[in-house]
């Protein structure tokens, strides 16, 4: 059997009731490593799921738990697996490229902002390293002013409230756009799906206003 290395969290839920009859030095103290931890861990999951999928895809480790990869990734996370899924395709592109220990330091836009450039770009390493320290829109105008040829757009926050229903059925398109490599991001995702609604839309006001020869109206 081939040996594989099992990533497992060091992160232990507090004692919160503790922490609160602390005196104010130790409960600083003790709320400074603990934001300091899921910091790091914040960064350093995207990679992980990515790389969890792609030891999955590779050894086929699903098989005698599910018949498929999907769906034993969706029963094991149920509400993270179109973000593994997400994850796999990055990491799997950048790999060649950016070691998984650099790819562990970066936030997720970060590293999906990676994904878009040259393999020149992704092999300076002032780029992986303002990757692991900028925002998402610091890092952009620095890739816009130092590589102005990669073409990486900004990002402009849009807002919308659907209902619990409207959500899930636009959860359920993302996730299907990323398990069958439709897109390679959310993002991306949305695009897919408002470019699709605009041609569909398009088509059928063009065959409603244009029957077909021969048909009796």
Not at 76 to 87: G, M, T, V
Not at 113 to 124: E, F, G, N
Not at 153 to 162: D, G, Q
Request: charged share 25%; net charge negative; glycine share 2%.
């Amino acid at each position: 059997m081939n040996k594989i290395t099992v990533l497992q969290s060091s992160f232990v839920s507090p004692d919160w009731a503790a922490m609160q009859e602390m005196d104010i030095s130790d409960a600083a103290n003790a709320i400074a490593s603990l934001l300091r931890e899921l910091d790091t861990a914040e960064k350093q999951v995207f990679a992980a799921r990515g790389m969890a999928l792609l030891i999955v895809e590779k050894h086929h480790l699903w098989e005698g738990h599910a018949a498929s990869m999907g769906q034993w990734i969706k029963h094991l996370a149920p509400n993270s697996w179109a973000e593994c899924y997400a994850a796999m395709r990055s990491i799997r592109e950048l790999l060649p490229d950016v070691p998984l220990e650099d790819l562990q330091e970066m936030k997720r836009c970060n590293v999906e902002t990676i994904k878009k450039l040259s393999s020149a770009a992704r092999h300076d390493p002032a780029v992986i390293e303002a990757a692991k320290v900028l925002s998402r829109e610091e890092f952009e105008e620095k890739i816009e002013v130092e590589y102005p040829f990669q073409h990486i757009e900004t990002h402009k926050l849009m807002h919308f409230s659907p209902g619990r229903s409207w959500a899930k059925t636009i959860e359920n398109s993302i996730a299907w756009a990323l398990e069958h490599n439709i897109a390679g991001d959310r993002d991306e995702a949305l695009l897919r799906m408002a470019e699709t609604a605009l041609e569909q839309w398009k088509l059928e006001e063009e065959l409603t206003a244009t029957p077909l020869k021969g048909c009796p109206a």
